[in-house]
């Protein structure tokens, strides 16, 4: 069976402007079949190319405005660097970004990482750092000056762990790198509730 790439175009507005959410997903062990040259062009976060995307694309008409936390989480990674290399395939050369792990009352861990940030700060513009605690809306961070965030999730969940040698080599002893280890899911079909075993309010 070969690979299928799904695209879709939103038109949103928010208090910052006009907006698009472009979704590229695909999973890391997605690959181009046999018979099809591989898509080698970028994604419009310039992470990855298109064989390769995992994740969402987030774009906004203008730089600076606020990125938001999902859910209320923990700092587990700061990336400073606006050139930060692509050291694998499942990490992607991202530039600045920020990691935050969600822990929900069932035991269920989510990383979410946003990427292609400009600066790294908090709800009240201080520096942000690993560590803090940070509650969902919260800030943290503005979008960057190519005026796109790039999305993802990484559940901890069964068949969702890299088995990749290389990966191993490299991070097995950086904790500020374990959420790496999990491959992403389509963050527009991940249900964030049922995943944490939150009970959904009934009328």
Request: glycine share 8%; hydrophobic share 35%; net charge negative.
């Given at each position: 069976m070969g690979t299928s790439s799904l695209y879709a175009i939103h038109a949103f507005t928010s208090p910052e402007g006009p907006g698009l959410l472009v979704n590229e997903f695909l999973t890391p062990r997605s690959f181009p079949r046999a018979d099809k040259?591989?898509?080698?062009?970028?994604t419009s976060c310039g992470c990855w190319t298109q064989?390769?995307?995992?994740?969402?694309d987030f774009t906004s008409d203008k730089a600076v405005g606020p990125v938001a936390a999902m859910?209320?989480?923990?700092?587990?990674?700061?990336?400073t660097s606006e050139q930060a290399p692509a050291d694998l395939p499942v990490i992607g050369g991202c530039g600045r970004y920020v990691v935050l792990k969600h822990t929900y009352p069932n035991g269920g861990v989510v990383y979410t990482r946003y990427v292609q940030l400009g600066r790294i700060v908090g709800p009240k513009g201080e520096a942000l750092a690993v560590g803090a605690s940070v509650?969902?809306?919260?800030?943290?961070?503005?979008?960057g000056p190519n005026k796109v965030l790039h999305f993802e999730i990484r559940p901890v969940a069964p068949g969702t762990t890299t088995t990749n040698k290389a990966w191993a080599e490299r991070y097995a002893n950086?904790?500020?790198?374990?959420?790496?280890?999990?491959?992403?899911v389509d963050p527009q079909k991940f249900d964030a509730a049922s995943f944490g075993g939150i009970r959904q309010a009934t009328k």
């Open positions: 040259p591989a898509d080698k062009t970028m064989d390769e995307h995992p994740g969402v859910a209320d989480g923990v700092v587990v990674k700061i990336e509650k969902a809306k919260d800030t943290i961070g503005e979008i950086v904790p500020d790198m374990e959420w790496s280890r999990y491959d992403p």
